[in-house]
């Protein structure tokens, strides 16, 4: 995107600028312009960021530290020397390889499953189930307290849509008493296991009594 004024020849890509120049102003003003966080050491449990100066990192998703562990850096440089950098495609094209199946597999045998599929973040990986499951006939039914990648892949889905207060069982069997009056093929009840603000689980064993 070109935000040089030479390239605003029109008065609507003028207009368009300004009002994303005034939206910044007022995102600032307010307090919630997003500056990023730039890191210049490797990731870790303590992390070097721009201005020199060293913090401990509490917002990051390397919750194992493995990120800078030495043996998976050697792992990945065997592999882009036996494999080259990056994938070149999508998986369903020509972007499966062989390293992609053997984890793949190891994985489903270490959990029990038939078959596991990798995506590259849990995000992503919300945001492609919902759609491939369900169709126009189902029905989801979702906690209102979901992490955003649930409810932006609730969204992208055809399934007709219910939420219910979080962790309220009675609105749970309520929703669902109303979607299998609606005629639902199949109904499916999305929820966090731990919800984001780490005080609540998902009472697991209610919710599978309750989709009975």
């Given at each position: 995107m070109?935000?040089?004024l030479?390239?605003l ?15 910044l ?9 997003k ?14 960021v721009a201005?020199g100066?060293?913090?401990i ?7 194992l ?13 065997a592999?882009?020397?036996s ?6 495609s999508?998986?369903?094209i ?6 992609h ?22 995000f ?16 989801i039914i979702s906690?209102?307290?979901?992490h955003a ?13 219910y939420?219910?207060?979080?962790n309220d ?6 929703r669902?008493?109303?979607a ?5 093929r ?16 998902c009472?697991?064993?209610?919710r ?5």
């Amino acid at each position: 995107m070109c935000w040089n004024l030479p390239c605003l020849e029109n008065r609507n890509a003028w207009r368009i600028y300004q009002q994303l120049t005034n939206d910044l102003e007022t995102a600032r003003a307010e307090g919630l312009f997003k500056e990023e966080r730039i890191i210049t050491s490797a990731q870790q449990a303590d992390i070097t960021v721009a201005d020199g100066s060293h913090v401990i990192n509490f917002c990051a998703n390397n919750y194992l530290g493995l990120a800078n562990h030495p043996d998976l850096i050697a792992a990945a440089k065997a592999g882009m020397d036996s494999h080259g950098f990056g994938m070149a495609s999508v998986r369903f094209i020509c972007g499966t390889q062989d390293s992609h199946k053997e984890l793949e597999q190891k994985l489903a045998a270490f959990l029990g499953m038939e078959d596991a599929i990798l995506y590259s973040s849990c995000f992503d990986a919300n945001g492609g189930l919902f759609e491939t499951l369900l169709g126009a006939e189902d029905a989801i039914i979702s906690d209102a307290l979901n992490h955003a990648s649930i409810i932006d892949g609730v969204r992208l889905c055809k399934a007709k849509r219910y939420r219910y207060a979080n962790n309220d069982m009675q609105e749970l069997e309520a929703r669902l008493k109303e979607a299998r009056e609606a005629g639902a093929r199949h109904v499916l009840i999305a929820t966090d296991g731990v919800f984001s603000d780490g005080r609540r689980d998902c009472q697991s064993e209610r919710r599978l009594r309750s989709g009975r």
